[in-house]
């Protein structure tokens, strides 16, 4: 069970008391709070608003401005129901005050039809639009009571997340009467001396004014104190686990001998950059080392992190240990195998590919090869982890990809050694404050350097009235010997999507382009099949590759150097940078095409505008984090580390900062949070963790 602020903060009889027992909530409201994540009457209390709506600033009808969130005081002068051009049906009703009239209306509330009487004084708070005249759409509203007064005129009004049924004005009521029986339950969890360097208030003002402001100020100063609390902790999280990792101790370090990664680097077509000669330099610096290597190494596509990662794999076998490389999808693995298991096996090590679509006669030759020692490196998915699988003495894990595994499934594969060195890797390049978030118990490497040679990738946005034009400037690029991608959102048609198929794309394509060689891979096909494909592409047997998101990641084939993307409204912006470095890995100027379905794109014409103007993965992600949220970018959840309730790191990137460099001070100076002015910091620590071991390790 997933433990909430609520219970980290406070203790008691009433704080731990199910929330349908407040006046004015029981049974049916209860369960429209559980929706929003409220079940305790702690919960509610650090159940925090996302924003305000400030009534003490009235304003005139005529004085309102289109896209501003406003408050007016009106009377009504008609209600009733319309039908809109699109059939729906709402609520509509017109107000006036002494300078001019406007509309209100409501969709999906039949039940106000009749609450609205002529002549009746109306408080109308919301975001203010312009359609034949000013409107609210879906506003908040009071109606005066009998003697024409109302609740909240002239009050700072806190706005909670929703769900169907549940009023603002339940959620204010039942928050009275939580604050009223268990507000004195609550214990600071920080310490005076925090306290009192920001001038932060004590933890039960913090939530008084944050739930019933006086003014913006105090509302805003109590946020700022419970965004750097929740910050706080999750940064102790993970400086608890760093430091962790920098006092286990592995079996031996891994020297560099040479006599494998001397081979491999004579084989390669071409030298390393400087960056990934710095980076290795950092994680050969760490596999010598006694301690336990625990490194992020993030790079942009196309900027060499698989081989950094190899040759490190390759060290290990030096060692006489055994290397994995785990990946999220088959076949991604396979593309790792198949792009370098000739070349491993060339300088005398023995490489297996283990993936839940390996055969059961192969597959156990692979697990008694690993068992025995034979296999030294082994790429492979989540078959990795089955309790089958069993190492002579693995030295290494290297996870590709590694948000997309849970830590449980890490730590498996991390426990089928004696404390191997630890390397993960991403291709999605991640925003500073993010990395911070999701990754700040690792090591940090970054690549930012691609090999020389290569050209920007031209990106260009079109439409479906421009398909012909691609087509024939595609046939140009092919008949010089090059290749291309046309890559489809979905893979067979679909009745509630107009959207372009793998299948049929595959036919129109083969039909557009008849003197050439097209081929079609998707995720459903077997990965011998696929796998075939993917080699004839590589190899210059097909010259056209449609293909699903599957090629998302793992593909090389330097001489691909046009990308076609049907519907990319459709994708996110990490998801498009990912498919467009599928081109642009060799020497020759590389296009990727964005065949939009319509000239209308609405929201998504700026971000598509915006991803064809730069080529920069970490820019891309910083405008991929403020358009979805670093909520959607990467979960916490499917990282192992708790969600973030009230912070957003976009937004509060200088308060994340400082509780990351006080976390770390703290543990630097208390690693064992034994001393008595840190008590309340332990006790909240334990108490939020509680039963989740993999997350903390402190006494």
Known sequence: MSV???????????????????????????????????????????????????????????????GDEATVLARVVTAGTRRLKTRRQVVSCMVRDDSGMMEAFWFNRPDLAERFRPNQEILLSGKVTRYRGLQFVNPMFELADEEGEFSFANAIIPIYPLTEGLSLWTIRRAMAAAMAKALEQVRESLTPEILQHYDFPGIRDALRAIHFPKDMESAQRARERLVYDELLYFQLLLALRHREYAVVKKEAGLAVTGELTGPLLEKLHFKLTRAQERVLGEIKQDLASERCMNRLLQGDVGSGKTVVALLAMLVACENKAQAAMMAPTEILAEQHYLGWHERLDAIGVKTALLTGSTRAAERREIIAGLESGAVQLVF????????????????????????????????ALLNKGLNPDFLVMTATPIPRTLAMTLYGDLDSSILDEKPPGRRPVVTKLMTGFQRESVYQATARHLDDGEQAFVVCPL???????????????????KAALPKHRVG?????????????????????????????????????????????????????????????????????????????????????RERLEFFAGTTDGFELAEKDMEIRGPGEMLGTRQHGLPDLRIADIGRDRKILRQARKDAFRLVKLDPELKQSQNSCIKRTLLSRYHGRSELLRVG
């Not at 982890?385 to 449980?408: A, P």
């Not at 796998?531 to 090629?551: C, N």
């Not at 599928?582 to 379905?597: D, H, K, P, V």
């Open 4 to 66: 909430t602020l609520g219970d980290v903060w406070a203790e008691g009889a009433d704080i731990d008391a199910p929330v349908q027992y407040l006046k004015g909530i029981g049974p049916k409201r209860a369960a429209l709070l559980a929706k929003v994540g409220v079940e305790t009457v702690g919960q509610l209390l650090f159940f925090v608003p996302r924003r305000y709506l400030d009534r003490s600033q009235m304003l005139a009808i005529k004085n309102l401005v289109p």
């Open 380 to 411: 492979g998915t989540h078959a990795l982890i089955e309790e089958e699988v069993k190492f002579s003495r693995l030295g290494l894990v290297v996870v590709d990809e590694q948000h997309r595994f849970g830590v449980r499934q890490r730590a």
């Open 491 to 509: 893979i067979e048609e679909s009745e509630k999507m107009d959207l372009a198929s793998a299948v049929r794309t595959f036919e129109e394509t």
């Open 520 to 604: 079609l891979v998707h995720g459903r096909m077997k990965p011998e099949e696929r796998g075939e494909l993917m080699e004839r592409f590589r190899k210059k047997e097909l010259d056209i590759l449609v293909a699903t998101s599957v090629i998302e990641v793992g593909v090389d084939v330097p001489n691909a150097t046009v990308m076609i993307v049907e519907h990319p409204e459709r994708f996110g912006l990490a998801q498009l940078h990912q498919l467009r470095g599928r081109i642009g890995r060799g020497s020759r100027q590389s296009f990727c095409i964005l065949l939009a379905s319509r000239v209308g794109l609405g929201d998504a």
